[in-house]
Structures are given as C-alpha cells and as structure tokens.
C-alpha cells in the first residue's frame, strides 16, 4: 500500500467517525445519560444502605439482598411468576392460534388483523384496565348479563381477585405475543411444510415436527413480553386485585414511595432486569439451536 | 376452506376479547345515569362535565406540554441516531442498544430515573417528564427510522455526494424528504405513548404538576365516575386516529 | 410397456392464466424424464400437481404399481402418495441433523428404529455424506445440501421421485459433476426420475426422453436427439439448441426462400408460409459450390472445432457453421453455404407460439 493510499483511508475513516459522532453521538449520550446510568444507579443502590427519607447513605453493605430471601417476600415472588406464568400461558394458547390464523388470510386482510391487534396496545394503559373494573364489576355488564340470562343467580366477585389481575395482565401484553409469534410463523418456508407432507407427515404431524420448533424463538420473544412486565406491573395488581394480589411491581413501587426503602426496592428491580436479560439470552441461545448455526460437539 | 374454518375461532374471540371492554366503555360514556354501570338512558353530559373539571383540564394541559416537547426532541435525537446507525455505524449491539430503551422494563426505567435526579438534585417537575419520556420516545423513532433506512438504497446518498452536492445539503436534500414519512409516523407514535405514558411519569413528576393519566390514575383508584368513561372514550378516539394515521403514512410509503 | 405415471388432459388455471393447458404425458418405469421449459411454461405447476401441492382444474393423474393395479393420485393428500420430491431449495428441515432429516419419512411410515438406521446408513453411503451424519445443513455447502436433499427422498424407495430444478441452486462446475451423479443414482437406486429445468443441456445429457412446454402446453415429447433434429414446431426449433431459422414459404416446387427452392425434409406436411431449421452442423461452406451465397463476417477457432459465420443478404443474422478443424475461410471472403435435405427440418410458420 503506498502512503497515499493510506493518508486518504485514514482521511475517510476520520470523516466516517465524525458523521457517526454527529448522528449517532446526541442519542447515544442521552441514552447512556438517561438510561444507562439510571440502570447502573439502581446496581449501586442495591450495596449501600437505606436513607431515612429515600435516597441512600453511602454505608457498603450486602444486607438487602438477604432480605430479598426473607419469606415474605419469597411469597411475593412465587405468587408473581404464578400469576405472570399463567397470564403468559394464557396469552400464548390464544395468541398462537391468532397469529397462525393471521397467516393464513389474504394479504390484505392480514395487515387489517395485525393493525386490529395492535391499536388497542397503543392506547392508554389505565383506560384499558378502567374498563374491566366497569366490566367485572359486580353491577357491571358481565354480571348483569349472566344474571338476565339465568346462568347464575347472584352477581359474581370478579372484581379484586386474582384471576381479574390475570385477566387484566392479558388484556394489557396479548398482542405483544402475537406480533413476534404472527412474525414467526411468517418467517417459515412454505416449501419445508411440504416437504414434511411430503414425506409422509400429515396436517397435525407437520405442524407438531416443523411449524412449532421453527417458530419457538418467536414463542419465547412473545412470552418474554408478557412475562416479564407483567412481574412489574402494579397497576392493574392495584386497581383489579384489590391490592390484595401484591405482585414484584408493587413491592418495588412500595419501596420506592412508601417505605422509602430505595436500596431493596433496587434489588427487586434489578431483579426484574435481570430476568429479563437472562430470558433474552436465553432465546438467542435457543434461536441459536434450532436454526443449526452452532451445534454442541458431541 | 373447512380446514381453514377452526381457525376463526381464536380470531374471534382475541377480536372480542380486545374490543368489548373497549366498547363497553364508549357506550357507557354516552349513558345519563350516575353510576358507570347501569344504562339509564343517552347522554352527553358527561363530556361536557368534563371540560369543567378543572384537575382533567390542568392534567390535559400538563400533557400536551410534555408531549409535544417530547415528540420533537425524540423524534430530532432518534432520527439522527437512525441514521447513524444504519448508515455508519451497521452494528448490531449498536442497535440493540438504542432500542433497549423501549424494552426495558419501565418501572425499573422509572425508579432508575427518580433516582438520578434525585442524586443530581434535579427538582421533580414536568421538566424532569419530559427528559424521562424523551429516551424511550427516541428509541421508537430510531426503530422506526431504521425499518424505513433497510428499505431506502444508500447509493442514493452515495450518487448526490458524488454529483457534488455536500454532506448537509445531502442530508437536507436526500436523505431526510425520504424518510419523512417513517420520521412523521416515529413522531406520532412517540406522541401517543407520551400521552398516555403512566409509571414513568407517576415516579418522575413533581405534585403540583399531575399529568392527564396520573389524574385518571387518582380518580380510578378513589371510584369510578362516569367522567372517565368520557374521558377514556375521547382519548381511545385520539390514540385511534394518530396510530391508524402512522399506519396509513407508513404504509403508504412501502407501495412507493 | 405400460407407463408407470399417466397425466390425462390436465388443466390449471391461476386467476386469470391457465398454467396447464390440457396436458397429457405417459412416463415409463425406470426412465428418466425431463419437463423443459422456459419460466412461467408450466412445468413446476405440474410437478407440484403430481406430488399433491395444486390441485388441477381438471383431468386425472394416476400411478400404475408393479402388479398393474392403477392408483388416482388426486384422490390423496399429499402425504399419502407414493412419490417423493426433492425441492429446488431443497427444503431441508434446519433443526435436523442431516440423519434426522433423512429418517424423517421412514420414521412417518412407523419403521422399526433398526431398519430406519439402517437404510439411512446405506443411503447415507451412497451418497457419499457418511461424515456428515450429525451435521446440520446451515453447515453444508450446496453440494452437500443437494445430496442431503436426494437422500432424503430416495430412502423412501418411491416409485416416482420428483425433482425440482435440482442443479440450479449449484455453482457451474459442481452442478457438472452433480449432472452425472444424478444419472448413475438413477441407474443404481432404479427409480424412474421426473426432473423439472430450464436449462435444455441439462435436459439434454440427463434424460432418457423430454416433455418440452409452452404456454401450459406439451410441444413435443422426444428422446433428445429427436427433439434436436426433429422438431415439433418452431418453438421447440429455437428453444432446444442453436442455427438459423429461415422464413419462407412452401409450395407446389418445395421450400422457396430468399427467391430460390431450397432443399428441406418436410416430415408433416406443411404448406404456406415456413420456417427451415439450419444447425450449425448441418450447413457446409463452400467456396465454389452451394445453394445460397454470403460473406463470411467472423471466424472462431475452439481448437477441437471452428464456427464460421456467414452473412446472407435477406436474412436476419448470420447463418453460422460449425465444422471439424480450423477455419477454412476468411473473412470477408464471398462464400456459398450448402445443406442435405435431410438435416434441414421444413416447420409451419409460428407453431408452437402463443395460441392454437
């Protein structure tokens, strides 16, 4: 290479830096500023120790996480993957289906499904929880219509109990299940469905062999999405059960605000965080697997 | 077609399961009676009580400020940072990286933000919302931005730098009349989600500046009024129109 | 010899193209068949209506099994038919190891796990992948990928395998190699082969006979030499091999063109406007004698042979020659080009185009 070559390559990657910095530079601050060191804030928090009015005093100490072990809150935490668990099981019995049926419309049709399932998502949250309490409750539509039909004969306590939470917990993250399982399912190559037919495979065994492993990442990316803000919701925990189902959101919103207990409200919501990455790792591990790129020697 | 049939039933209920609380909603904000529940008879006079409550008013107030603050800085910063990413950069933790914001858990995102600015002594006011809003805002922008950059051909800028023109006028010329449209609908997607965004702010915001939806959250949580109804109906009208709007807008641009 | 696969009167329509056009084709045992044709001609709509993925408009496909007894193929779903596809993209399953993949159609047909394991050890032989057993295939080359792809069918012993443009996903040199071993499996496992392409070399060298389509119709059905000197139509004339095709008329003294009675077969009796088939291998350049006159405008030597090309007034292109040797010629030299009765096919003016 001779030294002109190289000045003008050095030229144009010093120009290629300065374009980055100038475009890129601005947001990548501001997220390192406003999310990042909020994020590394909370680990910090988690080793000191508690001030009297929130905030920390800059004592070292690794007591809170020993607190995170104390029964009371372990039963926070088992009934949180409960309810989150059965909320995301729901959600992907009746997401799967919808976004395999979505598939299988016309082109046209497809996109007015998927912009039906969306819409609701970006609407306001608290309105979206309101109307269930108008809708479980004990005067509200539900059981007035199974009072007028017979079916029952005193109204119904849905309202404030756990399976209202479950409910609301769906109603909030379905279609953030059947976007990435919809995309998924998308994604698989028509051709090696019918190469399983094929072979021999019927309808149900092709969709058990091929359709189903193939789309497990986009299952787990969906399942993601439900599990894990469900965990962190104290919203609809609040307004739906009563405040008589204390999920993980609630004891860090507690923490935070009434207890001012910063440093364990930090461990929680590190928690969270971290299950969240180790989910996300998780699926690219697995994404990994099943599309063959890197197999375990064996 | 009969194999296809089965299918209609999770479309029916997810459809139903998804709207009915929805249309309950509406139907019920058009009822006389006081209570939110029983239909009594049509009405509009809950939305005209609306317009005089002064809190909705004060906390619609507040939220338009954030909002339309928040959707012009995110919608600057995450355009930029797009471009920055799919045009210089190209690297994938890159990526990630700036749409974390928008997955990460948003009460471990709103906790992490009362914290620094409380550590920085940044007194909590809509100021501190609208800087809260702004990072997850900017990451919707940028995903956006970046969907539409995959499409668009950078030998386009490539063929306007070599036919002389310089890189702002590149910038201004090219690059950004092609992106309008995915920038207008990031835009008007940041502006619903700051509209109705409620953990973050309910952490970050000061007490004599409620937000619309820390309102609604007051007002749930003491009872329910037939007002919500009301106010929910005209916000579901809102967020409705602006994200079927960013669809339209978006997809307009994919026949081109 | 009965035929082993008989298509009768098939019909396709796609909105508003008709994909198959009445298509009637007998295929025998153990042959190897090409269905050759240009892209949108049909001939994949075929393949995908034997192996169950169209369902035709109308018509019958059947399979005949060794004892003669007749099977109506449309009546099965796909899974059910006894004949195996290999898919131009191969369609191999990625969350399968290549030996996961092979047995997956053994184990839908509920075989003793020792018989699967063995069949797929011996197919796996054949092929020549016995190392790459535990291999996924995002970690195969094409070639690999390809032979994956035949094992996978063949193990099933269909009577009928089906194959899908099964070179085109290849670069050139191994889709030369893979040309031959494609024919010496065929030989080997015994399995009557129908193979879908475009490219009419590798129709050519591979197939025992070759169904060439058009339009959702079969032009002509021929072993390859046939189909080279002996075209049905026009269409077939151009699209298999190369020469000159030369317009003219037919009538009471022959073949006229350019002025002149030019020699010319004319195996179906054709009258009114005509096309004469040249081949390069059939036209002579002479510099004294000849039937028509030119001047040589390019010269080509390929060592083993050497094309002579030559400029006709009233004819579009040259008329070309090929010929053992080098060049005899030089350009710009005044030529005469001659040809036997023969070796020149007399065709109907446009058969074999659009319409009837």
């Known amino acids: ?298 | 077609m009969s194999r296809v049939g089965w299918l209609r039933v999770p479309l029916t209920v997810t459809y139903v399961f998804l709207y009915l609380p929805i249309a309950v909603l509406v139907v019920m904000s058009f009822n006389a009676s006081k209570t939110p529940f029983t239909w009594t008879g049509f009405s509009t006079q809950w939305y005209g009580e609306l317009a005089s409550n002064a809190l909705i008013r004060e906390g619609f107030i507040n939220t338009m400020i954030v909002a339309v603050s928040a959707t012009v800085l995110a919608t600057a910063l995450g355009t930029l940072l797009a471009i920055g990413i799919a045009r210089y950069f190209r690297s994938a933790i890159v990526e990630a990286y700036s749409l974390a914001p928008a997955i990460i858990p948003d009460l471990a995102l709103a906790i992490g933000l009362l914290a620094l600015f409380s550590l920085v002594g940044v007194t909590l006011s809509l100021f501190s919302v609208l800087l809260s809003h702004v990072v997850f805002g900017m990451a919707f922008v940028a995903a956006v931005v970046i969907a539409r950059l995959g499409q668009t051909d950078a030998s386009l800028e490539e063929a306007s730098r070599d036919l002389g023109a310089g890189a702002v006028t590149t910038f201004f010329r090219i690059t950004l009349p092609s992106l309008a449209p995915a920038i207008i609908a990031g835009a008007l997607l940041v502006f619903t989600l700051s509209l109705d965004e409620f953990v973050i702010a309910f952490f970050t915001d000061g007490p004599t500046t409620p937000t619309l939806p820390i309102v609604i959250y007051s007002m749930v949580r003491f009872g329910v009024t037939p007002e919500i109804n009301a106010l929910a109906a005209l916000l579901l009208l809102v967020s409705f129109t602006i994200v079927l709007s960013a669809q339209r807008i978006t997809r307009l641009t994919d026949s081109v | 010899m009965t035929s082993l696969l008989t298509i009768d009167h098939v019909s396709k329509d796609f909105d508003t193209t008709r994909a198959l056009d009445d298509v009637s084709l007998e295929i025998r045992p153990n042959e190897f068949f090409a269905l050759l044709g240009p892209s949108g001609c049909g001939k994949t709509t075929l393949l995908r209506a034997i192996a169950g993925f169209e369902d035709p408009d109308d018509g019958r496909i059947s399979i005949t099994d060794a004892d003669g007894q007749e099977t109506d193929l449309l009546a099965l779903p796909p899974d059910k038919r006894p004949v195996n596809l290999m898919f131009q993209s191969y369609a191999l399953f990625p969350h399968m190891n290549v030996r996961k993949n092979i047995a997956y159609g053994l184990e839908r047909e509920g075989l003793s796990k020792q018989e699967i394991n063995s069949r797929v050890d011996e197919v796996l032989e054949t092929v020549g992948l016995v190392d790459k057993a535990k291999a996924r295939p995002a970690q195969l080359s094409g070639g690999q990928r390809q032979r994956v792809a035949l094992a996978r069918a063949i193990v099933k012993r269909p009577r009928l395998l089906l194959l899908d443009e099964p070179l085109s996903a290849l670069d050139r040199k191994v889709r030369a190699e893979m040309q031959m071993e494609l024919k010496r499996l065929q030989h080997e496992v015994g399995i009557t082969f129908v193979v879908v392409t475009h490219d009419q070399e590798e129709a050519m060298s591979m197939a025992d006979r070759i169904a060439v389509m058009h339009d959702g119709r079969v032009q002509q059905v021929a072993d390859p030499v046939t189909l080279y000197s002996r075209p049905a139509n026009v269409f077939v004339a151009d699209f298999i091999g190369s020469g000159t095709l030369l317009p003219g008329d037919v009538g009471a003294t022959g073949f006229t063109a350019l002025g002149r009675t030019l020699p010319g077969s004319n195996p179906s009796s054709v009258s009114g406007p005509a096309v004469l088939v040249l081949r390069p291998e059939s036209v002579r350049v002479d510099g004294d004698d000849g039937v028509l006159d030119g001047t040589v405008v390019e010269t080509h030597f390929y060592g083993g042979s050497s094309i002579t090309a030559v400029r006709v007034d009233g004819v579009d292109g040259p008329v070309v020659s090929r010929d053992r040797g080098a060049p005899r010629h030089e350009v710009g030299q005044s030529v005469h080009l001659s040809w036997s009765a023969d070796d020149a096919v007399i065709l109907e003016a446009g058969s074999g185009a659009d319409g009837p």
């Open chain 1, 1 to 298: 290479m001779t030294p002109a070559q190289t000045s003008e390559r050095g030229a144009s990657g010093r120009r290629a830096l300065s374009a980055r910095t100038v475009f890129a530079g601005p947001g990548l601050l501001y997220i390192t500023v406003f999310m990042t060191l909020p994020l590394l804030l909370i680990l910090t928090y988690t080793f000191f120790t508690r001030g009297r009015f929130g905030g920390v005093v800059w004592d070292f100490t690794l007591d809170n996480y020993g607190r995170a072990f104390e029964p009371v809150y372990l039963k926070v935490f088992g009934t949180s993957m409960l309810i989150a668990g059965i909320t995301t099981v729901l959600a992907l019995l009746l997401g799967y289906p919808t976004a395999y049926a979505i598939t299988r419309l016309s082109p046209k049709w497809r996109t007015v499904a998927l912009v039906l399932v969306v819409l609701p998502f970006w609407t306001n949250f608290l309105i979206r929880t309101y109307a269930w309490i108008i809708l479980l409750n004990s005067e509200g539509p539900l059981n007035r219509a199974l009072l007028d039909l017979g079916i029952i004969g005193a109204p119904l306590g849905l309202l404030y109990t756990p399976g209202a939470v479950i409910v609301g917990l769906l109603y909030a993250y379905l279609p953030l299940v059947v976007l990435p399982v919809y995309a998924s399912i998308e994604r698989v190559d028509r051709q090696l469905l019918e190469a399983a037919r094929n072979l021999g495979a019927g309808r149900a065994r092709t969709f058990l062999d091929v359709t189903l492993p193939l789309t497990l990442p986009g299952v787990m990316i969906g399942a993601i999405f439900v599990f894990v803000p469900s965990m962190g919701n104290f919203v609809v925990p609040e307004l739906l059960g009563g405040g008589k189902t204390v999920m993980v959101g609630n004891l860090i919103r507690d923490q935070f605000l009434e207890a001012r207990d910063w440093p364990f409200g930090s461990v929680i919501a590190l928690f969270v965080v971290g299950l969240l990455v180790a989910l996300f790792a998780l699926q690219a591990a697995i994404a990994r697997r099943i599309n063959g790129k890197k197999v375990a020697r064996v």
